[in-house]
């Protein structure tokens, strides 16, 4: 897992891969992936437990 800044690009936002992460996982343009959004920012949030 790793943490990333949404940034602001254009009228969209897009969230930066490491290139470690791509490399270990073998991704390349045009790859489809799965992402999981948990708001660091939210100190209301309760991360004891996953929810699927």
Do not use: C, H
């Not at 490491?18 to 309760?46: H, M």
């Amino acid at each position: 897992m790793f943490k990333a800044t949404i940034e602001k690009w254009g009228n969209s936002f897009r969230v930066l891969f490491p290139k470690e992460v791509i490399e270990s996982q073998r991704l390349q343009e045009g790859d489809t992936v799965s992402v999981q959004v948990i708001n660091l920012n939210d100190e209301n949030a309760d991360y004891s437990s996953s929810k699927s």
